[in-house]
């Protein structure tokens, strides 16, 4: 009896049964998988043709087929497998092979692409279409070139910015970027900006039609960027905090203490300033000359876990805001394998050689790790205006020593006439002059007047030169020959006028190619000349 009844479900199998057998299993499985994926939220798609074959051998299956097969399967003397049993037992097997490569999948992910195409739009106002400037603080932090929106193209609406961000991966799951305005010039500022803030997160439900994540934004300028109409559905919208008094910050947790300084420091006056990517991209006709200054260390006590930087620069006590980043943003990319090698441009901003004829630059860098500072270094020195920084070997308090350094790049068509009140080799004569121009109010050509004081070069003579106060804030003291002979002629009928701020008849005074570079009496570095 046993044998008799494994004879019926066993039957006497035959190619056209298995045949029969896996496409009724395919069908069923389908079948199950659509009827889960649509309770699921997710419809299963497959394609066309594969829809189209299984409807005509379903439709043949079902109808005349069905006729034709069961004449077959009722020839005398041939004992026919359990069709029922085989197809639902090869249904099971499918499921569970399908189950299985699921689960294989969830414990064990693909990789995920390492880039995405970010697009976004940003509504200006006057339809302005600025250059702006783009930083990504996670999955790490990355500086790009400066970009401005591109004309419209067949899958996108209107003029849009686009930057191929650092996708997140398992490990790091958030993306965390920021734009704000480039900068192209240096202009006193009473505050830093507010930048468009992006806060992602890998969608659960990527897509399947593209290869490469793509995502697409639009903007509020000075607020948080959202999804467009048209996007994709790569990325769903993560938790932004835009407070930095709050505990959290868009690189990770902060202290209490650094959220309050940054509070502070927010609401500081100060300047807003070129990167020096813009810096370094200008054409000759656009720039009128920058310090490219450059810190380096071999070895740093304590940072082996740092993966990132924070920098903030004071030039003569007032903060620079790099393309009007808030302080918390502007963040650097560091490997502490490779040692310290940070670089940052300076235009001349109100420079008028204050300190005896230069200027103090004051940097704080924090080396953080995952975004949470793990040491904070502090270094400070002396510069002269348009001038070379004479290399110093700096020594923070924990010892580790910094080689600071800086290079003065010169436009293509410098400016090379000055007017000189007094060349003297007396400090502080030259310091009497300079008080006496700034305390009296003058204005030429609706500019502020003030003093410049220049430090000496290869020999110890000090200058005190007329500076004219730019609409910017910058100090200009350098002019082209028309300018420069302009200004002469004023200074010196101020000077016949009796006016107290003229002592002496000013004189030209044409800058020679020769004297560059820091001088070799280094007035502006650690050893400078006290008197």
């Avoid at 940054?262 to 609401?267: A, D, L, Q, R």
């Avoid at 800058?511 to 070799?520: F, Y």
Wanted: aromatic letters at 10%.
């Amino acid at each position: 009896m046993t044998n008799g009844v494994s004879q019926r479900w066993w039957g006497s199998m035959e190619p056209i049964d298995s045949i029969i057998i896996l496409l009724i299993g395919c069908t069923l499985t389908l079948f199950v998988l659509w009827i889960a994926s649509h309770f699921g939220g997710t419809d299963l798609n497959l394609p066309s043709f594969i829809q189209g074959a299984y409807s005509n051998i379903w439709t043949y299956l079902t109808g005349a087929g069905g006729s034709t097969l069961l004449m077959v399967l009722k020839k005398p003397g041939m004992q026919r497998p359990n069709y029922l049993v085989w197809s639902f037992a090869v249904t099971f097997g499918l499921l569970v092979l399908a189950f299985g490569i699921a689960l294989t999948k969830h414990l064990f992910p693909q990789p995920v692409h390492p880039l995405a195409l970010l697009k976004f739009r940003v509504r200006f106002p006057n339809g302005e279409n600025p250059i702006l400037s783009f930083s990504q603080s996670q999955p790490r932090v990355t500086d790009f070139p400066p970009t401005v929106a591109v004309d419209n193209d067949e899958h996108y609406r209107g003029l849009h910015y686009f930057e191929n961000v650092v996708w997140p991966q398992p490990a790091t799951p958030l993306l965390v970027a920021t734009a704000t305005r480039a900068s192209l010039v240096s202009t006193q500022t009473d505050k830093p900006d507010r930048p468009m803030t992006f806060c992602i997160k890998q969608s659960p439900n990527p897509p399947t039609n593209t290869s490469e994540p793509e995502i697409h934004m639009q903007c509020v300028e000075g607020g948080q960027c959202g999804f467009d109409l048209d996007d994709y559905g790569w990325a769903v919208a993560a938790e932004c905090r835009e407070n930095a008094g709050q505990s959290h910050s868009f690189f990770g947790l902060m202290t209490e203490v650094r959220a309050q300084t940054t509070e502070e420091t927010v609401k500081k006056p100060g300047w807003r300033v070129p990167s020096l990517m813009t810096l370094r991209k200008m054409t000759d006709s656009e720039r009128v000359g920058f310090t490219e200054f450059t810190i380096k260390s071999d070895s740093i006590p304590g940072v082996q876990k740092a993966d990132s930087l924070r920098y903030e620069i004071f030039a003569n006590g007032l903060p620079l805001y790099v393309d009007g980043r808030p302080p918390e943003y502007m963040l650097a990319e560091f490997d502490a394998s490779k040692g310290l090698d940070f670089s940052f441009g300076m235009e001349n901003l109100s420079f008028s050689g204050a300190d005896k004829g230069c200027e103090d630059i004051f940097i704080q860098l924090e080396f953080l790790a995952g975004g949470l500072p793990i040491k904070e270094v502090q270094l400070a020195r002396r510069y002269g205006a348009l001038r070379d920084a004479t290399p110093e070997e700096i020594a923070s308090s924990d010892g580790a020593k910094f080689a600071w350094t800086g290079k003065y790049i010169k436009p293509l068509t410098e400016d090379r006439e000055e007017v000189f009140l007094v060349s003297t080799t007396d400090l502080y004569e030259a310091m009497r002059d300079k008080a006496s121009l700034d305390q009296v109010p003058l204005k030429y050509n609706g500019m502020d007047v003030v003093g410049v004081l220049r430090p000496p070069l290869d020999r110890p003579i000090y200058g005190v030169v007329i500076g004219l106060r730019q609409q910017s804030g910058q100090v200009k003291f350098t002019f082209d020959v028309a300018t420069a002979n302009k200004l002469l002629a004023w200074s010196r009928q101020m000077y016949l006028s009796k006016n107290r701020a003229f002592p002496r008849l000013p004189f030209p005074y044409a800058m020679k190619p020769n004297e560059s570079g820091a001088g070799k009496l280094s007035s502006c570095g650690t050893k400078a000349p006290q008197s």
